[in-house]
């Protein structure tokens, strides 16, 4: 399974981001698909992630700005990011998710876009 | 909101054992999976469930939990294993859903 990030490096304040993430070797059409970020020089962040049954869960510092969406025919899975400020420079990355009773986890990641917000 | 405290470094001497912990009220519930991510790269999953490994992540990493507290051990450090090591679990409460650790700075002297 490979994932593959796509999307603009440079993206002005108050603008909205899109990224795609192309996923290859494996169906889109199970598992849940996550979006992560990682400002510079910081820790990961969970942005939110989508199952295969199209239900979603974002985080709830950035729910009034995030959708997650996927297109099975493509097997793509994409981010829209509104309202962007500085605060949203990061790299991002999609990464597949798996679970089980009790656990859960990222078994496959792209290797992460970094995205600027700067006029 | 809940979260998962991680100590920001730690440092270990070339063959010698390291536990790096995370600490969190919703390990009581999940078993956390950790993260090796050195600089430049994606995280690497390293350690799921109780104590998995993917195929290909060496034996000299393992993992544990206890009460609220996850540790993530390596048996005999490599100078390779120098990287950042984050811990994640799913959160008890609907938000944030997911949560990572701070992620913790390995040194290996």
């Known amino acids: 399974v490979q994932l593959q990030e796509s999307g603009p490096g440079l993206v002005k304040p108050s603008e909205t981001l899109s990224l795609i993430c192309a996923v290859s070797?494996?169906?889109?059409?199970?598992?849940?698909w996550t979006w992560i970020r990682q400002p510079p020089g910081k820790g990961l962040e969970w942005i939110g992630s989508?199952?295969?049954?199209?239900?979603?869960n974002y985080n709830s510092s950035l729910k009034s700005r995030v959708t997650i969406s996927v297109d099975t025919s493509k097997d793509q899975l994409s981010l829209k990011l509104n309202s962007l400020t500085a605060a949203d420079t990061a790299v991002y990355f999609c990464?597949?998710?798996?679970?089980?009773?009790?656990?859960?986890?990222?078994?496959?990641w792209g290797q992460g876009t970094l995205v600027t917000v700067s006029s | 909101s809940s979260e998962l405290t991680q100590d920001p470094a730690v440092s270990v001497a070339l063959g010698q054992t390291v536990s790096i912990t995370c600490q969190g009220d919703s390990l009581r519930t999940y078993y956390p999976s950790w993260y090796q991510q050195r600089p430049g790269q994606a995280p690497l999953l390293i350690i799921y469930?109780?104590?998995d490994r993917p195929s290909g992540i060496p034996d000299r990493f393992s993992g544990s939990r206890s009460g609220n507290t996850a540790s993530l051990t390596i048996t005999g450090a490599q100078a390779e294993d120098e990287a950042d090591y984050y811990c994640c679990s799913r959160d008890t409460s609907d938000n944030p859903y997911v949560l990572f650790g701070g992620g913790t700075k390995l040194t290996v002297l």
């Open positions: 989508i199952y295969y049954s199209g239900r979603t």
């Open positions: 070797g494996g169906s889109i059409s199970s598992y849940y």
């Open positions: 469930s109780r104590t």
């Open positions: 990464a597949r998710g798996d679970s089980g009773y009790g656990f859960s986890y990222f078994d496959y």
